[in-house]
């Protein structure tokens, strides 16, 4: 995987090695991703792959994306829970989705995993759920029916498989 305009490669170029296939349709989400992310502010929003092993790893057809905005997902994850309380905390519908917007504004994690959800196309092999799985998988989907064992395998990083 290479930097696009809206989004920088941070890590080595050996930790994602992948098909053209998938390398043109992450690149197309990142982008995405990247314009809603910036909002119109200076510099490309980094993100940072890890070398994946199992399955589709071994052919180059998955990549796992493990830090945003020089921010690993565990961080991410865990301000989002956390903001999410806070929000149940504020009293009316209107002041609580106010602050839900804004939560959504200043966290990268969860904002990428929307992106990679929503205008990404990903794998489906036969009998399997759609292969896009990290921390808010059960919460956002697509496959809310994950597994304890894998959630947990995806609480540090987001898999996208193509
Ligand atoms: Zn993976």
Same mark, same amino acid.
């Given at each position: 995987?290479?930097?696009?305009?809206?989004?920088?490669? *941070?890590?080595?170029?050996?930790?994602?090695?992948?098909?053209?296939?998938?390398?043109?349709?992450?690149?197309?989400?990142?982008?995405?991703?990247?314009?809603?992310?910036?909002?119109?502010?200076?510099?490309?929003?980094?993100?940072?792959?890890?070398?994946?092993?199992?399955?589709?790893?071994?052919?180059?057809?998955?990549? *796992?994306?493990?830090?945003?905005?020089?921010?690993?997902?565990? *961080?991410?994850?865990?301000?989002?829970?956390?903001?999410?309380?806070?929000?149940?905390?504020?009293?009316?519908? +209107?002041?609580?989705?106010?602050?839900?917007?804004?939560?959504?504004?200043?966290?990268?994690?969860?904002?990428?995993?929307?992106?990679?959800? +929503?205008?990404? +196309?990903?794998?489906?092999?036969?009998?399997?759920?759609?292969?896009?799985?990290?921390?808010?998988?059960?919460?956002?989907?697509?496959?809310?029916?994950?597994?304890?064992?894998?959630?947990?395998?995806?609480? *540090?990083?987001?898999?996208?498989?193509?």
């Amino acid at each position: 995987m290479r930097s696009g305009r809206n989004f920088r490669v *941070d890590s080595p170029a050996g930790n994602a090695i992948v098909t053209r296939e998938l390398a043109a349709e992450l690149e197309r989400v990142l982008e995405l991703f990247g314009v809603n992310a910036r909002n119109g502010m200076k510099g490309r929003i980094g993100v940072f792959f890890k070398p994946g092993i199992f399955g589709h790893h071994k052919v180059g057809r998955a990549a *796992d994306v493990y830090a945003v905005g020089g921010i690993g997902f565990e *961080d991410w994850k865990r301000q989002w829970d956390a903001a999410l309380r806070s929000c149940f905390l504020v009293p009316g519908e +209107n002041k609580r989705r106010t602050k839900l917007n804004i939560e959504r504004r200043k966290n990268l994690g969860w904002q990428l995993y929307k992106a990679l959800q +929503n205008y990404g +196309n990903w794998s489906q092999p036969n009998g399997f759920p759609i292969q896009l799985f990290g921390p808010w998988t059960r919460s956002e989907g697509p496959w809310k029916y994950i597994s304890d064992f894998l959630l947990n395998a995806h609480r *540090d990083h987001i898999h996208v498989a193509k």
